[in-house]
């Protein structure tokens, strides 16, 4: 049977690969990717008296073109060459045979033990751990989320992927500053202060009792959806026009009506008369297509007929826009009612709108006083929701950077000045162009980063002097860079702006930042999707970071009241118990954000969050290990941790051999450095909870399967009160790691 991930698998692995590409000659790399895929893996054998841990041989020789006659002898060489190596030390081999083409392994597992408990509890791993970051600074910017509507499970899956690899960087030594870039004066922004702009005018005031971002996620989206109503609605009107001009063509063409049946002819004539009445013009268009249908095979080559059928797709198609925009603005109206009537009567004229949201944002980055304070205003009170939000998850920062602070305007300005004297920008029709295709002809760098794609060509200032946002982040970088000496920053960015963070990076380099482009990193994810929703905030659809854990909140409440207690746990009430719940819920939360590999989208349906209770899991067993301790000490063990452990050192179990649960369990406890260390370089901070998750499934076997307080053998007692010790000092760090809540009793 295949294993979970562990120190011996890992350890066996990589001896295997070493041991084969010099006995066999086969290229390491293929070795890699073939334990990767799992033609080659670590397995347990049926039996213990096999082995303890099994490798099959049977794809390493086919590939290295051995017959099978061979193996025997070839297998001799393989273990003599494991048998001489620093592996055997490494990963703790007694001894290692050959059967029926596996490589059968011996561990040994008191020697085992005993090593990894005492690096535990000497604090000797985390001394290592803390050694890999060893005090560099790096900034990992996460979030960043348009201050225009609460932060939504998309965003939030970015918070919580970008404060749990702070904290795997923490935990390995980095000084890791935290940073939230504002931006405070695009597009969306603009929309926003219109609609607020609109509703100071008219006297209409916040609603006490919504949070702010929520509210102004109501404003933003009304503003844009008014705007769309009224373009759908002129377009409308011109699409009716032109079905109308198109039937009368139709009826006055002759070949026409030489293949049309007098009724047919007739039918279409009333359908055209009731174009002055009150009728629902899209039943009057479908209508027509009814009357025609039986006649589009005779018809189809004609133009009149190929011209009617395009003017009532298209005049259907924007009808039925118009109608889901319709409904999607009666939705809010029911929500906020005096906004909607102050945004409805406000907007009438969609492209007069959109001239004085664009005038805005011209204003405000021309720094004019009045607009820029306004900007400033309205996202400040779009992010102190969303503080308030990140703070339930155990989320902060060091630094909230605006985008329109007097040095990210001025370093774009600056940057656009520099920019102008290179060979490879230009003035075309006003604008500055960057030709990045002409810069990669000279620059290895900047071809190398876009291969095998070509980097294009973009705007970084328009004819009408106002920057871009990539050109404010350029500035933004060179600022991140400057003000916190950093060695490496680190970019959590959807995928979607892959190309426009390549982009800053190719002008950081050509600009003569060499080796802060070197050192910028795009920590790429991916979006979330929803069973049932498609998100999209100006249109007011989405799933808010702030319902996820109010619905978490419900599921783990249910499952609490309808046990009395949750399983296995200790019975809480009040407070205390409300305390706990909340404190399941943030975990679940943050969990369910990070079960996927950033680079995946991550899909769940919000009505099943029961079958998706990772954070629940791992504080269970946490508890758990606290709750032994606790009765075996007297005292609260996450409190007295330091101490305890030094008491377990003390401990002897001198000829106690482990159960295979414990093997188990130790073997995953040694795996601990190693998982952090490849989840911060591989970007993938999910290993972390897939490690707890499997090291909480075996704490829990353990815990169901052996006893510590009620063992009467006193060496048994006293490796597993050391075991305990051992795996509540990881697990503390892994919930620390998590981001979720220390929680001591369920």
């Not at 561990?107 to 408990?117: K, P």
């Not at 298209?314 to 009666?330: C, H």
Request: with cysteine; hydrophobic share 40%.
């Amino acid at each position: 049977m295949s294993i979970q991930q562990g120190f011996i698998a890992s350890c066996l692995s990589r001896a295997v690969v070493e041991a084969l590409s010099k006995t066999l000659g086969v290229e390491r790399k293929l070795l890699e990717e073939a334990f990767e895929t799992g033609r080659l893996k670590v397995s347990k054998p049926p039996s213990k008296s096999m082995g303890d841990y099994s490798i099959a041989l049977h794809y390493a020789f086919k590939t290295a073109g051995v017959k099978q006659g061979d193996w025997p002898a070839l297998a001799g060489r393989i273990i003599e060459y494991l048998n001489s190596s620093s592996f055997r030390d490494e990963c703790f081999i007694s001894s290692v045979e050959f059967a029926n083409g596996y490589l059968n392994f011996h561990i040994d597992f008191t020697r085992f033990s005993r090593r990894v408990i005492e690096a535990i509890l000497t604090g000797e791993v985390e001394g290592r751990v803390r050694s890999v970051g060893g005090g560099r600074m790096v900034v990992v910017e996460h979030t960043s989320a348009n201050p225009v509507h609460p932060l939504h499970v998309g965003s939030g899956r970015n918070s919580v992927i970008g404060d749990t690899f702070a904290r795997i960087l923490s935990k390995l030594g980095f000084n890791v500053n935290r940073r939230y870039y504002v931006n405070d004066m695009g597009r969306q922004v603009a929309f926003l202060v219109y609609g607020v702009s609109i509703l100071r005018e008219k006297g209409v005031k916040p609603p006490s009792d919504f949070k702010p971002d929520h509210w102004y996620g109501i404003v933003y989206a009304l503003t844009n959806l008014v705007i769309e109503e009224r373009g759908l609605l002129r377009k409308l009107k011109s699409a009716e026009a032109e079905f109308w001009a198109s039937l009368s063509t139709l009826l006055s063409d002759q070949a026409v009506r030489s293949i049309l049946p007098e009724s047919v002819v007739h039918s279409l004539q009333g359908v055209l008369g009731k174009k002055a009445f009150n009728k629902d013009t899209v039943k009057l268009v479908r209508e027509v297509e009814d009357v025609l249908k039986g006649f589009e095979q005779a018809l189809s080559s004609n133009e009149s007929y190929k011209s009617l059928k395009a003017k009532a797709e298209s005049y259907l198609k924007l009808a039925g826009e118009y109608a889901k925009t319709q409904r999607l603005i009666r939705r809010l109206a029911i929500q906020a009612p005096e906004a909607y009537t102050a945004i409805s009567s406000s907007i009438v004229d969609p492209e007069k709108a959109l001239a004085e949201i664009r005038g805005l944002m011209k204003k405000c980055e021309e720094e004019d006083p009045a607009v820029l304070a306004l900007f400033h205003e309205v996202s400040k009170s779009v992010i102190d929701g969303f503080r308030e939000t990140l703070a339930k998850l155990n989320i902060s920062f060091d630094e909230f950077d605006w985008e329109s602070s007097r040095e990210i305007l001025s370093g774009a300005h600056e940057a656009v000045r520099e920019l102008e004297s290179k060979p490879f920008a230009r003035r075309e029709e006003g604008a500055l162009l960057v030709d990045l295709d002409a810069a990669a002809e000279h620059s290895a760098f900047v071809r190398d980063l876009f291969h095998p794609d070509k980097p294009g060509k973009f705007i970084i200032e328009r004819s009408d002097g106002t920057t871009l946002y990539v050109t404010r982040d350029i500035a933004y970088t060179i600022y991140k860079f400057r003000k916190t000496g950093a060695e490496v920053v680190y970019n959590v960015i959807a995928s979607e702006q892959a190309r426009e963070q390549k982009q800053v990076k190719a002008v950081l380099y050509l600009l003569g930042y060499e080796k802060e482009a070197e050192n910028l990193f795009h920590f790429v994810y991916e979006l979330v999707r929803l069973k049932g929703l498609r998100m999209s905030g100006r249109r007011g659809l989405y799933y808010t970071l702030d319902e996820l854990v109010k619905d978490y909140y419900t599921v783990v409440s249910k499952i609490y009241y309808e046990t009395g207690r949750v399983k296995g746990g200790e019975a809480l009430s009040g407070e205390e118990a409300s305390r706990v719940l909340e404190d399941l819920a943030v975990a679940n939360a943050r969990a369910l954000l990070l079960s996927v590999e950033p680079f995946k989208v991550l899909t769940f349906d919000p009505g099943r969050l029961e079958e998706a209770l990772y954070g629940s899991t791992i504080l269970y067993s946490y508890v758990r290990l606290q709750s032994i301790l606790r009765k075996l000490k007297g005292v609260e063990p996450l409190e007295n941790l330091r101490e305890i452990r030094a008491g377990a050192l003390g401990l002897s179990w001198d000829g106690y051999e482990p159960s295979e649960v414990e093997e188990e369990l130790i073997d995953l406890l040694a795996d601990y450095e190693r998982v952090l260390v490849s989840s911060y370089r591989d970007l993938k901070p999910n290993r972390v909870l897939e490690y707890a998750l499997a090291l909480s499934n075996t704490v829990n076997k353990f815990y169901e399967s052996h006893r510590v307080m009620g063992e009467q053998r006193s060496e048994a007692r006293a490796f597993r009160e050391a075991l305990v010790v051992a795996a509540l000092t990881v697990m503390r760090e892994l919930v620390d790691v998590l981001g979720f809540p220390h929680v001591r009793k369920i």
